[in-house]
Each structure stands twice: as structure tokens, then as C-alpha cells.
């Protein structure tokens, strides 16, 4: 999810685009993106005793209803709504909140993001998928089924690991070696005790010398 917009302080109005992107092996229906203002750090003492309150929602954007957006695979989407800051707020302490959650059965929440208002002023759009690790490391195939391999652009002689992770952060596997001998490396889907991996995303971390790269490796 990337979150990017503008906002003007003089007038304490603003828009927000929300950007989801389908990186899963099937498509996504029946799912709706929320959006929201929250303030942070307000004063109220409770009767249970807190005084203090954190990210406390503000208003929804349009409503609490959200819009339905459905995802082909590899497909993106964006949602833009305009927003304006009550002048009672903290406009410094306002943030937009956003989430793409399936609004049927157990109602998985899929993405989420956050970034403060006061961050969209005056700022050029952020690129939705930026790749700043493709001078170091490119994958063959993404999706893969048979094994994931990684092309490396390094300095001979250099030696790098490829960490790789599920979406909770949680090690699966990892690859080392030396660029020069060898400038590609191969995951053949298993994990650490050899196992076939279960198709979905996963991510891995390009560790060398010449830099850190990050990415995802869609398994089928």
C-alpha cells in the first residue's frame, strides 16, 4: 500500500490517493479500502482511568462504509478522496490511516498504511513501486513454481547472503556465495528443514558489500 497526496496548511484541506497492488496468485473480490483521520495524544480522562489516547479516529473518508475495490492478479488500484482538518484538531498530530480488508467472512485485513498530514505538503508523489535494488539483484521469473533465481550485478569477489522471509518476518530460508564465481543463485523453494514452501509471497533481503536490496518472490 502506498499512501501519497497533498495538503494545505492555509486552508487546512487536502487529498489523499491510496494505492493497493494485488501481489498474491489469485484475485481479490469482495474487498473494500478504508480511509481515515486520526489524531494523536488527546486528553480525556476515562472512567477507567486513561488519560491519554492515541491515533483516535477523526473522521472517515468519505464514510465508514469504504469503497469496494477487487484485484486481479498483479493488478493496482487507487482510491483518492479529499479531506479537510476541523480547525479543533492538531493538524501536527493528524494522520491518514488507511487499509484494504475483505469486507465478507472473516474479514482478513490485507494491507494497511499510515503517514502523518503534515507530511504531504509540498512533497513530489512518491513512485508507487520503486526498485532501487534492480542495479544489484533481478529475478529470472517472478512467479516462479520450479525455484527462484536471482541475477546479481556485484563486484567480483564480493560475497553477499539472500535472506529469505515470510510476510511476518519469519526466516524460511538463505543463500551466500561469491559474485565472480558465480553471478546468479538459486532458491529451490524450500525452506530450512527442506520443505516446499506453500505458494503465496515471500520476501528476501540482498546482504553484500556493494549495498542491501530487498524484494518479493511470488511462489506458485
Known amino acids: 500500500m502506498t499512501i501519497t497526496g497533498s495538503y494545505n496548511a492555509g486552508n487546512n484541506q487536502g487529498t489523499v490517493t491510496v494505492q493497493v497492488r494485488n501481489d498474491s496468485t489469485a484475485a481479490i473480490t469482495g474487498s473494500k479500502v478504508y480511509i481515515c483521520i486520526t489524531e494523536d495524544s488527546l486528553y480525556n480522562a476515562d472512567p477507567n482511568g486513561h488519560a491519554w489516547h492515541n491515533h483516535m479516529f477523526r473522521d472517515f473518508l468519505p464514510d465508514q462504509n469504504g469503497d469496494t475495490v477487487s484485484l486481479a492478479v498483479g493488478q493496482t488500484k487507487s482510491v483518492t478522496k479529499s479531506f479537510t482538518i476541523n480547525a479543533a484538531w492538531n493538524e501536527n498530530r493528524c494522520a491518514v490511516a488507511a487499509w484494504y480488508q475483505r469486507s465478507t467472512g472473516n474479514k482478513d485485513a490485507y494491507q494497511s498504511g499510515w503517514r502523518k498530514v503534515t507530511s504531504l505538503v509540498a512533497i513530489e508523489e512518491e513512485e508507487a513501486y520503486p526498485e532501487p535494488s534492480k542495479a544489484l539483484v533481478t ?56 520443505t516446499r514452501v506453500s505458494s503465496g509471497v515471500y520476501l528476501f533481503r540482498l546482504t553484500s558489500p556493494a549495498g542491501q536490496a530487498t524484494g518479493k518472490i511470488v511462489v506458485r
Open 139 to 194: 529475478l529470472t521469473a517472478n512467479p516462479c513454481a520450479a525455484s527462484a533465481r536471482f541475477n546479481l550485478n556485484l563486484p567480483d569477489n564480493a560475497a553477499y547472503t539472500i535472506a529469505i522471509y515470510d510476510l511476518v518476518g519469519r526466516p524460511v530460508s538463505s543463500l551466500s556465495g561469491i559474485a565472480g564465481e558465480n553471478h546468479s543463485a538459486a532458491w529451490d523453494l524450500r525452506d530450512r528443514q527442506g
